[in-house]
């Protein structure tokens, strides 16, 4: 059937791109789901969730497609000014018809960015002339209509490496700028359109009335293009039986708490453990298939291949993904900017892989061998977990120790004097507690330490997005350093919450009235000793970075009080946040 | 005479020594002759303004009429003789006023267009090709990523999403002078007969495009009545792009934002603005114009100024035309 396929997706990439809201994505997804047929909108939901890999297709191949068309110096320009490479090859290419005929000077109308000059046949690059505005488009314009997303992603997935350039060379010729645009984003992946996989999800959940566990539960069992999912969330078909092996179990999340809510329940009830602050995972190793997923079930195995390959076990551990070194027989957790190193990688170096070796520190057992332990008790699975740790390599695998307590008190004491500086606070279980999927309130709570503050200085605002547009929402702040009678500021951080709407008002207004430059939707602001804006800034952690000119980084920094009444001269210096690193 | 003793840059700008006057200074000088009204090409305090009647009307509008000592109007395609040197003005297609400049002495032609395009504007002139030895270029979108679409098919994607979204204001980010009068005149020729807003600082430039005869149908200033947050929904506003960052912007029900400029065919950059509809309109020239227009000119060398001089030197190294930079000063290139 006549699919109409690549405007769609490209005007559902570039709504995207450009919707800030949430709320707004959500529904451009769905109603692309809704108007599109199997298994074209498969094939994009994979694109987005960055799920479909076609391996005849490289970016340095689309690379050199556009460099034998168009001048590499001229292309370069062009590349360093756009800043991705699928948008500066859908402006820049120089469609097939458009390639000049062999009369110079007059003939052709090609882009005038052409190569071949050495050539005494071929016309001048710039034999273009110049395009009527008022002409129809261009014929290759217009034809992208037909071209299905099942055809490029099929057609790909049987060709060679040197078939795949030419298919794709035709069709870039075939589609208009926005069409091309989508192309390569569904060939090459490297979305940059601020869609998460999680977020995919949530659409899908919403396009078909479900939970957004349900689809995670599912999701590494499908098959691209999901056919059987959709047909279930249309409503034509059975839920699809998760089929995967070692799949992923949605994970049970903690509410936050403080000493007030907790005063409602019995101590006796819960047991406390530490709340540590890595990458909280699922290690599962079914009939010979071992993966670690992300608690929204990415599969992100391909990042700790040191930690995969310990996984010789029948079952799927709940537990935090950190870095650290044994010894001693204890392993001994590394920073979070340790594990930074190990992050958003695509490939690991075995360097890398010495340096910062990935362990899991054990929360919860859900499946042991052919038993589903989640609807056990939380007590009775601790039991379980306890021996099946104790088989585990010790050096990739550890227990998350109790931490005993009789008051809640105690709970709220422990949790601001952690053992190892690379803990969050404390998490409370309730013996009973099934393992449920979510976030059920009650069973479980989160019982954070208190976050670090520190009085900066405003020093830059930029504009912010959406509903935010009309205000300087974004702040960049800064401590003082240097000699005490001529200190200067050094920005150490962002942040764009934290602060109330009237706040954002009394900031704004601050901003404009004491703007000192402006660079595009930046400006910097007066912050002088005696001048200035001071704000008590929360953080969650420190890490050394040699990135920040400050050689810190903080995590998760909020605005958490305006200090109208403190003189600048009287915020932090960067030898406070030096003393907090150690 | 060689090119560069007849014009070269200084750090006033544009400098013919034998005729003793500057090209769009950025400075104060003795004598300017200006090429059009936008604030980094026309400035106040010269002595004497040569330029045309248009241009002059605009500078008087923005800076007063007292904007220069003495003022001359150059008749487009007069020829006239400052200390030997012969001037004259053609039209450059660019906004209402806007002219290249050819200079000629000694038998060598330069002609510095200013800022340009090639494309059917309805409130302003269309650019002519004016033969010569020098060709002097800007090139704001010198790179062969930008090529501008048709303008209509932009307008009509603005009057689609009126439409669909009855209950939002469109908010249009254009150029006070000459990007806000084409929109407008534009929005008309599609048929669209309802009453736009404009921002106060639009005000006067409208009436005067007004009184040359450009039709933009009937306009209202976009102030609030107390208590009526609603008066906008579903209607277009026109205001300059930097209006969008002020309090001016917090009036209207959950506005789309729309910029119409040549940034707006790269994504980022609409991105990076907070862009929602963004709408590629642009009154310089894009790739192909450039590169076409330095072929009609049959220049056999090509100065670049303000812009990516870069790409477009290499284009011309590539064509086989003498080309260099030419470091101007004073000039954007976001803001249009
Ligand atoms: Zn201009």
Redesign the pocket.
């Known amino acids: 059937m006549g699919v109409i396929a690549m405007k769609p997706f490209a005007a559902l990439l570039d709504a995207l791109v450009l919707t800030p809201s949430r709320n707004a994505k959500l529904r451009l997804i769905v109603d692309y789901i809704a108007a599109t047929p199997d298994p074209d909108r498969g094939y994009a939901i994979a694109a987005i969730t960055r799920d479909l890999d076609i391996p005849s297709v490289k970016p340095a191949m689309i690379r050199a497609l556009v460099e034998a068309r168009v001048d590499p110096v001229l292309f370069g320009y062009s590349y360093d000014f756009v800043g991705d490479l699928a948008e500066t090859v859908s402006l820049i290419w120089p469609a097939e018809e458009e390639r000049p005929s062999p009369s110079p000077l007059r003939g052709g109308s090609m882009r005038s960015v052409g190569v071949g000059v050495s050539d005494g046949e071929e016309p001048p690059p710039g034999s273009a002339h110049l395009r009527d505005p008022h002409r129809p488009p261009l014929k290759g314009e217009v034809k992208n209509a037909d071209l299905p997303l099942a055809t490029i992603v099929e057609t790909l997935q049987i060709s060679s490496r040197s078939d795949g350039p030419r298919l794709v060379e035709r069709w870039l010729d075939a589609l208009d700028p926005p069409g091309r645009y989508a192309l390569l984003k569904l060939i090459t992946g490297g979305m940059r359109i601020g869609v998460s996989s999680r977020l995919v999800k949530q659409a899908l959940a919403d396009f078909g009335g479900k939970d957004v566990t349900e689809i995670e539960e599912l999701w590494h069992g499908l098959a691209i293009p999901y056919t059987n999912l959709f047909a279930w969330l249309d409503g034509t078909g059975p839920k699809p039986e998760s089929a995967a092996a070692a799949p992923f179990r949605p994970v049970m999340l903690a509410n936050p708490a403080d000493t007030e809510d907790l005063a409602r329940y019995d101590p006796a009830d819960y047991c406390a453990e530490w709340k540590w602050d890595g990458i909280r995972v699922q290690a599962t190793a079914e009939k010979g298939v071992a993966r670690i997923y992300s608690r929204t079930g990415d599969d992100i195995s391909r990042s700790f291949p040191d930690l995969l390959a310990a996984m010789d076990f029948e079952g799927s551990i709940d537990g935090e993904l950190l870095v650290g070194h044994f010894e001693d027989g204890a392993i001994r957790p590394g920073t979070f900017g340790d594990l930074q190193q190990r992050l958003n990688r695509k490939t690991v170096s075995a360097k890398q892989q010495a340096k910062f070796p990935a362990f899991v520190r054990a929360y919860d057992l859900l499946q042991e061998g052919g038993d589903d332990l989640r609807p056990l008790p939380f007590e009775t699975r601790r039991a379980r977990l306890e021996a099946f740790v104790a088989t585990l390599p010790a050096d990739r695998f550890d227990l998350s120790p109790l931490v005993p307590f009789k008051i809640w008190e105690e709970v709220a004491a422990k949790r601001n004097a952690p053992p190892a500086p690379i803990i969050e606070g404390l998490m409370l279980k309730r013996r009973d507690s099934i393992y449920v999927p979510g976030r059920p309130k009650g069973p479980w709570f989160k019982f954070k330490r208190d976050p670090f503050l520190i009085d900066a200085v405003l020093m830059y605002a930029q504009r912010g997005h959406g509903k935010r547009s009309s205000f300087y929402s974004d702040y960049t702040f800064g401590v003082w350093t240097g000699e005490a009678d001529d200190p200067a500021l050094v920005p150490v951080g962002k942040a764009y919450f934290g602060f109330t709407d009237e706040e954002l008002k009394q900031i704004d207004k601050f901003v404009r009235d004491n703007t000192v430059e402006r660079f595009g939707p930046v400006r910097s602001v007066r912050a002088e000793p005696d001048h200035g804006l001071v704000l008590e800034v929360a953080f969650e952690g420190l890490n050394r970075s040699t990135r920040h000119k400050s050689g810190v980084a903080m995590r998760f920094p909020r605005i958490s009080r305006l200090r109208w009444d403190k003189p600048p001269f009287e915020a932090d210096r960067l030898e406070t946040l030096e003393a907090m690193l150690d | 005479m060689k090119p560069d003793k007849l014009l070269h840059p200084t750090d006033k700008g544009l400098y013919c020594p034998p005729g003793d006057f500057f090209i769009d200074p950025v400075k104060p000088v003795d004598r300017a002759l200006i090429t059009?009204g936008?604030a980094?090409?026309a400035r106040a305090g010269h002595a004497h303004v040569m330029a045309t009647r248009e241009t002059l009307d605009i500078m008087g509008i923005r800076y007063g009429e007292n904007f220069a000592g003495a003022t001359q109007e150059a008749t487009l395609g007069k020829a006239v003789t400052i200390n030997g040197v012969t001037v004259s003005f053609h039209p450059a297609g660019?906004?209402l006023g806007?002219a290249q400049i050819a200079v000629e002495a000694g038998g060598t032609r330069i002609v510095a267009s200013?800022?340009y395009k090639r494309r059917a504007d309805p409130t302003c002139a269309g650019f002519e090709v004016v033969p010569c030895d020098v060709f002097i270029t800007e090139a704001t979108f010198g790179l062969p990523v930008f090529i501008h679409p048709d303008d209509g098919g932009e307008i009509a994607r603005l009057l689609d999403s009126v439409a669909r979204f009855p209950e939002r204001a469109h908010l249009v980010g254009a150029y006070a002078l000459?990007k806000a009068q084409r929109v407008i005149a534009l929005i008309r020729k599609a048929g669209y007969a309802e009453t736009i807003f404009i921002h106060g600082a639009m005000e006067k430039l409208c009436t005067y495009y007004r009184r040359q005869g450009i039709d933009l149908g009937p306009l209202a200033p976009a102030t609030i009545d107390k208590g009526a947050r609603d008066q906008f929904a579903g209607k277009i506003i026109v205001g300059p792009p930097s209006a969008f960052a002020d309090k001016w912007a917090r009036r209207f029900p959950d506005p789309v934002a729309c910029f119409a400029s040549g940034w707006m065919r790269v994504r980022q950059r609409a991105k990076q603005r907070g862009v929602e509809l963004p709408l590629i309109l642009s009154?310089?020239s894009d790739w192909d114009e450039l590169t076409q227009t330095i072929r009609d000119t049959g220049a056999s060398e090509v100065w670049v100024t303000h812009g990516r001089e870069e790409a477009l030197v290499r284009w011309c190294e590539l064509s086989q035309i003498r080309a260099k930079p030419l470091n101007l000063v004073g000039y954007e290139d976001e803001a249009?």
């Open positions: 059009h936008h980094d090409h660019h906004v806007s200013g800022d000459g009154d310089h249009e």
